[in-house]
């Protein structure tokens, strides 16, 4: 059944919004939280895989030192506290894909906790600053992962599930967030712009990959709506793994508008886990919430406490990298982009993709282009974010490379970023493959430009009078003739050499 909604401006006028952000990092260790099995994404299911990942009798795990390392450097970084003493729990509940019928994670003593970081949001006045308040980071292991085999690739139809126990203990940090209020129409605006400046610290941080389109970054929306000016919480959903920026921001708009309609019926809202639909834009029902206590988590025996010590900790501080919104202001400066050029360049979460374009070679404004242009687009068509295209910003510099040599001009470069995405090769095997390098040799362009002249005496007449700016049209009809690859500079020489 297709849930009611009301139109968003209706909500925002009779309802205030409160977010809570749950965002699980899969860390990019070379092994597992408690195991020394592998951590590579793709490989045949199930080979990377040992009795403590399984979960068999008598294995024991032991905690990953790198692991706890980039907990800490991430809590620091979001301004928390680090732990002088932690452990872990056990949290119980059946779940085809946890092997173990309990996740190691921990519970009431997390490594960082009492954070905060501050995002901005555009509006029609400028940016605005919001803060957000972290309740904690904590340290866990992820679960396998199912596969329903079907029409649908969802469980409803499905013949029978798969399931993979590849990512069954790779190392998770759960960055989790306080109620964030007073965001009213701009919540939607603020969870993306949480999300993607939290995707920028952690690239800068080096622990994850942050591939949200592989999970090694997904986002819980946590949404409650009360009454205008109680100031109160009202009940929340959840929903899970949303897995794009893009996502993030349609899944809270998505929820206001549900939770409006069923509070303006009358109706209340049932604290519930939701699952999003990409391709539909829609929540549904998953099972109704449970609270803390009915997972029965209890300390893990068999792992010892974390006690890190405050030298380490300082050790790690100061090894920090740049604050995101300190490095924003540095590569504003450097790269003499406008306010609005970075404003943009943030929003479109192209910021790092411009960067690494930029140390590939590329001067700022091409790489701006590519990335807020031609690529934008490509991303927008296909529903996707911009780091979901198969193009890299080395592609996209090599690409820009071309150009500025004159080997390519701008429409040429579109059609080799069409090859990219088809997967045809490297920049240079697609130029070759497709034929698309620019043609400067006199021969070929002047039997052309001779086929041009010839089809157009009006034309040439015209440039033979002294009307020098006549020769676009023959130049229009060369590059016409040669499929856009004629070098136009050097046809316009002989068409002037040969009419003037």
Not at 19 to 41: I, R
Not at 117 to 146: L, N, Q
Not at 214 to 241: I, W
Request: aromatic share 6%.
């Amino acid at each position: 059944m297709t849930d009611q909604l009301l139109s968003f401006d209706q909500a925002m006028e009779k309802f205030d919004p409160a977010l809570g952000l749950e965002v699980h990092v899969e860390l990019n260790t070379a092994s597992k939280m408690f195991c020394g099995c592998p951590t590579e994404f793709g490989a045949e299911p199930n080979t990377q895989v040992c009795p403590t990942c399984l979960g068999l009798p008598g294995a024991m795990p032991v905690v990953n030192r790198r692991a706890v390392e980039a907990a800490i450097r991430i809590g620091l970084a979001l301004n928390c506290e680090i732990a002088e003493w932690c452990r872990f729990a056990r949290k119980n509940y059946f779940y085809p894909d946890m092997p173990k019928n309990f996740q190691t994670s921990q519970y009431d003593e997390p490594i960082a906790f009492d954070g905060w970081t501050e995002v901005e949001v555009d509006t029609d006045d400028g940016s605005e600053t919001f803060r957000i308040e972290i309740e904690r980071a904590h340290m866990e292991e992820d679960t396998g992962k199912s596969l329903h085999v079907g029409t649908s690739g969802r469980i409803h139809g499905a013949t029978h599930s798969l399931v993979d126990y590849n990512r069954a203990g790779i190392p998770l940090i759960e960055i989790v967030t306080r109620p964030v209020l007073g965001t009213r129409e701009k919540a939607p605006l603020v969870a993306r712009a949480y999300v993607a400046q939290l995707r920028e610290l952690l690239l800068g941080l080096g622990v994850s990959d942050v591939r949200m389109e592989q999970g090694s970054l997904r986002c819980d929306v946590n949404l409650s709506l009360a009454p205008t000016g109680t100031g109160t919480l009202g009940t929340r959903t959840e929903t899970k793994n949303v897995n794009s920026l893009r996502s993030v921001e349609r899944a809270v708009r998505y929820e206001v508008q549900r939770h409006a309609a069923v509070l303006d019926s009358g109706a209340k809202v049932l604290q519930e886990t939701r699952h999003w639909h990409e391709d539909t834009g829609i929540t549904t029902s998953g099972r109704e919430k449970s609270d803390a206590e009915d997972y029965r988590y209890f300390p893990e025996p068999d792992l010892v406490p974390v006690a890190p010590s405050r030298d380490w900790v300082e050790e790690l501080r100061a090894d920090l990298p740049e604050p995101p919104r300190e490095k924003r202001a540095r590569l504003q400066a450097d790269w003499g982009f406008s306010d609005l050029e970075m404003r943009d360049t943030v929003g479109a979460g192209a910021l790092v993709l411009v960067e690494r374009t930029i140390d590939a070679g590329a001067s700022p404004q091409s790489a701006r282009k590519w990335w807020l242009g031609e690529l934008a687009r490509r991303s927008n068509e296909a529903g996707v974010e911009l780091t979901d295209l198969s193009v890299t910003p080395a592609d996209v510099a090599r690409v820009q490379a071309l150009v500025d040599e004159g080997k390519l001009n701008d429409k040429l470069a579109r059609q080799v970023l069409d090859g990219l995405l088809a997967g045809e090769g490297t920049v240079d095997e697609i130029v070759a493959a497709r034929g698309l390098a620019i043609v400067s040799d006199d021969s070929a362009l002047g039997a052309a430009v001779d086929s041009a002249i010839a089809a157009n005496p009006d034309v040439a007449d015209k440039i033979r009078g002294g009307k020098v700016a006549a020769a676009g049209a023959l130049i229009g009809a060369v590059m016409k003739e040669m499929r856009g690859q004629a070098d136009a500079g050097r046809v316009r020489e002989l068409i002037l050499e040969k009419l003037t």
